[in-house]
């Protein structure tokens, strides 16, 4: 079992940057992949950065790929995701999961261990 807490979202205007985080609530496995995910209201929940644990493998949605860099700190158990250049249409509760597997994968019920998530708000 991993437990995961997120932490950073807020409010920002357009054009600015925020760091989240995800402590996880022990060493997390060599052969797992973390990913970050958002649920805007009304949508569905949707793929925006992943990792593998270890091994330097990520994979980013084409919406965020240059704005964002998802990263990892074995030593504090932690995930991070820096996001730049924020937009309006960044507006969602930001999730952190962690899938057991070796495989980086955009889908969210691969994720077998989630976080209460974040509100990020972009301000126009």
């Known amino acids: 079992q991993v437990q995961l807490v997120e932490s950073g979202g807020g409010l920002v205007q357009a054009g600015g940057s925020l760091r989240l985080s995800c402590a996880a609530s022990?060493?997390?496995?060599?052969?797992?992949?973390m990913g970050w995910f958002r649920q805007a209201p009304g949508k569905e929940r949707e793929f925006v950065a992943a990792?593998?644990?270890?091994?330097?493998?990520?994979d980013y949605a084409d919406s965020v790929k240059g704005r964002f860099t998802i990263s990892r700190d074995h030593a504090k158990n932690t995930l991070y995701l820096e996001m730049n250049s924020l937009k309006p249409e960044d507006t969602a509760v930001y999730y952190c999961?962690?899938?057991?597997?070796?495989?980086?994968?955009?889908?969210?019920?691969?994720?077998?261990?989630w976080g209460q998530g974040t509100q990020v708000t972009v301000s126009s």
């Open positions: 999961a962690a899938n057991p597997a070796v495989k980086i994968t955009r889908t969210p019920r691969e994720y077998v261990y």
């Open positions: 022990r060493p997390i496995f060599s052969r797992y992949t």
């Open positions: 990792a593998s644990w270890i091994g330097g493998s990520t």
